[in-house]
């Protein structure tokens, strides 16, 4: 195990082991640090996961719940000024993983919070900036693509912008 820990690091990455019920059986110290610098004091153990990322695991099992078609499993992405929390699920039937990284990337967070921009508006702006049409922001929260278009709507009058283009460069600038 130790050597597995090392290969992670090495990748900046953390490993989390699951039991089928859901339970951690095995956390490295790297997820357990990443864990900790995203969720703070809501994340209190090597015992337990977040419930956001508790919540999102079980709705990730759900996709090979019998007579269904699995659909893609989609990463957790928690963002924070600076950075973002991706976390993968690897699904099995003796043990699930999740493998744990930080991204970097450049929105501005504080910019965007002091322009009055709502934690879901922030999740439709990071998006874009990554190039993504209404319909994958869509997909990626969740959501219909007009609602996503409504969220731009307000980020630019928010943002005193006209484009998703200008948005994103406010939000990268």
């Known amino acids: ?4 820990d090392s290969a992670l690091q090495a990748v ?3 490993l989390v082991a699951l039991s089928p019920g859901g339970r951690v059986r095995l956390m490295t110290p790297c997820a357990k640090r990443m864990l900790a610098e995203f969720f703070g004091g809501r ?7 977040p419930e956001e990322v508790t919540h999102w695991v079980r709705d990730q099992k ?6 269904r078609l699995p659909q893609p499993l989609r990463p957790l992405v928690v963002p924070r000024e600076g950075a973002e ?7 099995d039937s003796s043990q699930d993983l999740l493998l744990i990284q930080v991204c970097g990337h ?3 967070l504080p910019r965007l919070k002091e322009k009055g921009l709502t934690k879901r508006e922030i999740e439709v702006l990071a998006c874009v900036t990554k190039g993504k049409t209404n319909e994958e922001v869509g997909q990626h929260l969740e959501i219909r693509p007009r609602t996503v278009q409504k969220h731009l709507e307000h980020i630019f009058v ?11 460069a406010f939000a990268l600038g």
Not at 43 to 49: D, N, Q, T
């Open 12 to 14: 900046d990455a953390g």
């Open 1 to 4: 195990m130790q050597a597995a």
């Open 43 to 49: 994340f209190l153990s090597a015992c337990h996961l």
């Open 62 to 67: 759900k996709q090979f719940a019998p007579n």
């Open 106 to 108: 450049a929105i501005n």
């Open 158 to 168: 928010k943002l005193g912008v006209e484009t998703r283009t200008a948005a994103a």
């Open 85 to 91: 929390l991706v976390v993968r699920l690897l699904p």
